[in-house]
């Protein structure tokens, strides 16, 4: 059974950093892309990141572009998001998503919530 | 980008009724539309993909059509467990784009 488990959330102040991680297992990780996906409170989904297998394409969303990084490492079968300059717009749950070229967002994690205020 | 556009908003069911849900590119996407359930509190769930297609375990009531710019979600007979947010998403250009969603609620 797929489960990907996402943590790392938290409350963080405005300009703030913040590395979200998701543990994968269940599947063979090192084959597939992935995707984070978020959800700011009460609204739509929101595509953030995608990264391939080998971590050779990396894309972002305009939003994020130049402030978040997504990594990944194959090995520890984990997926990461590195956040930096935090606003009050990025306050969201964040879910890490499995991603197949012919199916799409096959699998989700629970999510995690992050929250940046002062 | 590709601008999705889902509607309606909202969508007033009766349990057993059927429910159809639209869902507008901006430009062609060939296949690539995949449908997403989500429940409050709950991660989304991939219902169909390539347009038409229903992802492992999903009822055969939940189908899908469309090709090109337009998209539709059928449920044909609606279940308790039916009501819920829809979400359509492309996945044919970057960044990959998702509709507002439609919430399906008891009539």
């Known amino acids: 059974e797929v489960q990907l488990v996402e943590s790392g959330g938290g409350l963080v102040q405005p300009g703030g950093s913040l590395r979200l991680s998701c543990a994968a297992s269940?599947?063979?990780?090192?084959?597939?892309?992935m995707t984070w996906v978020r959800q700011a409170p009460g609204k739509g989904l929101e595509w953030v990141s995608y990264?391939?297998?080998?971590?050779?394409?990396?894309k972002y969303a305009d939003s994020v572009t130049g402030r978040f990084t997504v990594s990944r490492d194959n090995a520890k079968n984990s997926l990461y998001l590195q956040m930096t300059s935090l606003r009050a717009d990025d306050t969201a749950v964040y879910y890490c998503?499995?991603?197949?070229?012919?199916?799409?967002?096959?699998?989700w994690g629970q999510g995690t919530l992050v929250t940046v205020s002062s | 980008e590709v601008v999705m556009t889902q509607s309606p908003a909202t969508l007033s069911v009766s349990p057993g009724e059927r429910a159809t849900l639209s869902c507008r590119a901006s430009?062609?996407?060939?296949?690539?539309l995949a449908w997403y359930q989500q429940k409050p509190g709950q991660a989304p769930r991939l219902l169909i993909y390539?347009?038409?297609t229903r992802a492992t375990g999903i009822p055969a009531r939940f189908s899908g059509t469309g090709s090109g710019t337009e998209f539709t979600l059928t449920i044909s007979s609606l279940q308790s467990e039916d009501f819920a947010v829809y979400y359509c998403?492309?996945?044919?250009?970057?960044?990959?784009?998702f509709g507002q969603g439609t919430k399906v609620e008891i009539k």
């Open positions: 998503a499995k991603k197949d070229w012919v199916k799409g967002l096959d699998s």
């Open positions: 269940g599947f063979s990780f090192s084959i597939y892309s």
């Open positions: 990264i391939s297998s080998s971590s050779d394409t990396v």
């Open positions: 430009q062609s996407l060939s296949s690539n």
């Open positions: 390539g347009a038409s």
């Open positions: 998403q492309q996945y044919n250009n970057w960044p990959e784009t």
